[in-house]
């Protein structure tokens, strides 16, 4: 059997373990803990909103080159351009929960346009033409160029894209005024 002393010492022993046991966080803590989460959310958010349009963006990207593709393909079978989407046949939706898409047919250019259905996405454009070979075939080349907006459109708006026409389209090597070319 324990001495009295050393019982009393091991029962008190016993009662502060216990008691450190139930202890909590204390508000303090827990304050610490969410102030620090909300800084690093607010920190992170912006990036992930910005990582999410320009997947959104990847859509009329992919679209607009598909659609040029398909433009090129359609001259070599046809000698022109087809007028919409329809006659393209390359599963391109003309509108999707980001964009519209609709193709415009002018003389000697295939143009397609993506516009933003949605605020804080860039609108694009691309277009097909013509160009003579080389001096030996002169054959006729299809050339292609895919353009990006300078900003996010506010408003779904087709003219606002839709007044890059082939008269605005000096060459198919530079993109409108104030737009950015896609090529790498």
Request: aromatic content about 8%.
């Amino acid at each position: 059997m324990l001495k009295p002393e050393l019982q009393a010492k091991f029962l008190n022993h016993l009662s502060n373990r216990k008691k450190k046991e139930d202890e909590g966080f204390t508000l303090i803590e827990l304050l610490v803990v969410v102030i620090i989460i909300g800084v690093l959310a607010a920190i992170a958010l912006p990036s992930l909103l910005g990582q999410v349009n320009k997947a959104k963006q990847a859509e009329a990207k992919n679209n607009i080159g598909t659609i040029n593709r398909a433009q090129q393909a359609y001259f070599l079978e046809y000698q022109g351009f087809a007028k919409d989407m329809s006659t393209l046949q390359v599963g391109v939706k003309s509108q999707t929960e980001n964009y519209y898409y609709s193709v415009v047919t002018t003389t000697g250019y295939g143009i397609v346009y993506a516009s933003a259905s949605k605020k804080a996405l860039k609108s694009y454009y691309g277009a097909v033409g013509t160009q003579l070979g080389d001096g030996a075939t002169s054959e006729a080349l299809t050339v292609a160029i895919a353009c990006e907006s300078p900003d996010p459109k506010s408003v779904a708006d087709f003219n606002n894209i839709q007044t890059v026409t082939s008269s605005t389209i000096t060459s198919l090597t530079d993109c409108a005024e104030s737009y950015k070319s896609l090529a790498r």
